[in-house]
């Protein structure tokens, strides 16, 4: 069974840092591709980062520049790395999967929550 597990989350000031992590177990890890989403309260779920089977990523555009998105292969896990964070990076965040061929994800994790106080 796919099953995906977050953790990092909590509570820091603005301009701090926190690394999430996506723990994966079930499958293949490096045959799927990643991202992390997050949604505020009152808002719609959005895509933050991915990451492709080969490594390659993409950013919204609000946090260009101050996350990072990662994977190890080897030990089966996502992370994002958060700098400089603000107040709207607030958010209840999650990790997903999919096959690299399809483009809807299809696991979930339950989710990790951030939140960054001014």
């Known amino acids: 069974q796919v099953q995906l597990v977050e953790s990092g989350g909590g509570s820091v000031q603005s301009g701090g840092s926190l690394r999430l992590s996506c723990a994966a177990s079930g499958y293949t890890h490096s045959s799927y591709c990643m991202g992390w989403f997050r949604q505020a309260p009152g808002k719609e779920r959005e895509g933050v980062a991915h990451?492709?089977?080969?490594?390659?990523?993409s950013y919204a555009d609000s946090v260009k520049g101050r996350f990072t998105i990662s994977r190890d292969n080897a030990k089966n896990t996502l992370f994002l790395q958060m700098n400089s964070l603000k107040p709207e990076d607030t958010a209840m965040y999650y990790c997903?999967?999919?096959?690299?061929?399809?483009?809807?994800?299809?696991?979930w994790g339950q989710g990790t929550q951030v939140t960054v106080s001014s």
């Open positions: 990451i492709d089977s080969n490594g390659r990523t």
């Open positions: 997903a999967a999919r096959w690299c061929t399809v483009r809807e994800y299809s696991t």
